[in-house]
């Protein structure tokens, strides 16, 4: 499995700010994940196909991704953070495919990032 180099994270109080960069030169879609101790990794963005952002309910109006085809970077901008938010967060990307995919099905993504932790503070 190809493993996606992952920056960014850190400690954060509520409300504040925070980015986190994933390294990935070409790719079908790719998406930004959570996961906490104890639950299920839940998809939080994704760039789909075609370039289309798309978030889930629970961090819409607050988190936005983005690419840098220059620099074959993708950037989840994380604002308005709350300490629900405080999760291990993950990049992921579908490297090929032919048909269509989304990038928010953890199950389908065939390259990971490392994982860079996330703690908001009340």
């Known amino acids: 499995q190809v493993q996606l180099a992952q920056s960014g994270g850190g400690s954060v109080q509520a409300g504040g700010s925070l980015r986190l960069s994933c390294v990935v030169p070409?790719?079908?879609?790719m998406g930004w994940f959570r996961q906490v101790p104890g639950k299920e990794r839940e998809g939080v963005a994704a760039i789909e196909s075609g370039g289309i952002p798309v978030y889930a309910d629970s961090v819409k109006d607050r988190f936005s991704t983005s690419r840098d085809d220059t620099q074959g970077t993708v950037y989840l901008q994380m604002n308005d953070l709350r300490p629900e938010d405080t999760a291990t967060y993950y990049c992921a990307a579908i490297m090929t495919s032919f048909t269509w995919v989304s990038c928010l099905q953890k199950n389908k993504m065939d390259a990971w990032g490392q994982g860079t932790l996330v703690t908001v503070t009340s």
């Open positions: 070409r790719y079908y879609c």
